[in-house]
């Protein structure tokens, strides 16, 4: 009976903890943010802020130098040039809390490497619920066995397999080392992944944008003439050659969290990630248990009469012949 009762417990688990709707979530997410959690990729756009943060500080001293030149002083930049300085403004928040969140990511690319060489999310409702109907099944002709005085132990062996599976599968698949990884990047991206946090990051670009091009379109025009602005504003001169490329690559990423807002806060509701070895570990060994006891009792229990299914009575020594 215990036997049974753990099988249903398997089986209810997934139901229990929503894993056919979560679990199919996170292995979308997981998919999704593959692109981006690379090395490559996250020291790349590191790369970029410091570029984007170079030509902010040449912008507020030697840009102003030469503007001023040209019949501009400072007072009068933010008038001549609001986007230019909406950009100069914000740019020390918008880089501290880029360059947070990119710190974040890569602090992260072990966790997730961890959690995507786990087996596929979607399948993992399905390792509690195939071992659990095994074991019920298993469980249920093991009783009809006993009722009919036949033996269990061939269904006993069933469950002590099913049992063992489950107590070696988080050692195969490496759980006890990933899933506590995949719990830490759950939590640092807590902060992330939030529908304001990525709305507020979605508006950073519409503000770089509106400063890269007032520098590109009329800043630059205005005090270099016909020269190569990259002579004497390198910094600037590579800002505008290389946002093109950086908001082309950074702009799915942050639509890649905006789209996958769903799907984190269905993984962040599934159990702690450190528990999930122990969900196969603990039923695992108590199936074993169970399946021991249940044959040890077998074994003492009086020989059944094949037709009645009583106790065989004992002959008296009186009556041997």
Do not use: C
């Not at 988080?170 to 807590?190: S, W, Y």
């Not at 992944?193 to 800043?219: C, D, H, N, P, S």
Request: no cysteine; glycine share 8%.
């Amino acid at each position: 009976m215990a036997l049974l009762v753990l099988g249903i417990g398997l089986i209810a688990a997934p139901a229990i903890f929503q894993m056919f709707d979560r679990a199919p979530k996170g292995k979308t997410m997981i998919t999704s943010f593959k692109p981006y959690m690379t090395e490559a990729q996250i020291t790349g756009f590191q790369h970029d802020m410091r570029t984007i943060d170079a030509a902010v500080r040449e912008s507020k001293g030697q840009l102003r130098t030469s503007l001023a030149e040209k019949g501009i002083p400072p007072d009068e930049v933010a008038t001549t040039y609001p986007l230019l300085t909406s950009f100069e403004d914000q740019w020390p928040a918008i880089d501290d809390d880029m360059s947070q969140m990119l710190t974040t990511m890569h602090g992260d690319l072990g966790n997730y490497r961890a959690v995507a060489d786990l087996p596929p999310f979607d399948l993992f409702p399905w390792f509690f619920v195939v071992p659990g109907v095994t074991l019920v099944v298993a469980a249920l002709l093991g009783l009809r066995a006993r009722r009919l005085g036949r033996s269990t132990l061939p269904w006993l062996i069933v469950a002590v397999v099913i049992g063992a599976g489950l107590v070696v599968a988080p050692g195969i698949f490496q759980m006890m080392e990933r899933a506590p990884k995949g719990g830490h990047m759950v939590d640092d991206f807590k902060p992330l992944m939030t529908e304001a946090k990525v709305r507020k990051i979605q508006g950073y670009f519409v503000v770089i944008g509106g400063g890269e091009g007032t520098l590109r379109a009329q800043v630059l025009p205005k005090v270099t003439g016909s020269a190569d602005p990259a002579t004497e504003f390198p910094a600037i001169a590579r800002f505008n050659a290389d946002w093109p490329h950086t908001s082309n690559q950074m702009a799915p990423m942050i639509g890649a969290m905006s789209d996958n807002l769903g799907n984190y806060a269905a993984v962040a509701a599934l159990p702690p990630f450190p528990l999930f070895p122990w969900f196969f570990i603990v039923p695992g060994v108590l199936i074993v248990v169970f399946a021991a006891l249940a044959q040890t009792t077998s074994d003492a229990a009086p020989a059944l009469d094949a037709e009645t299914a009583q106790p065989k009575p004992s002959q008296p020594l009186g009556d041997i012949t």
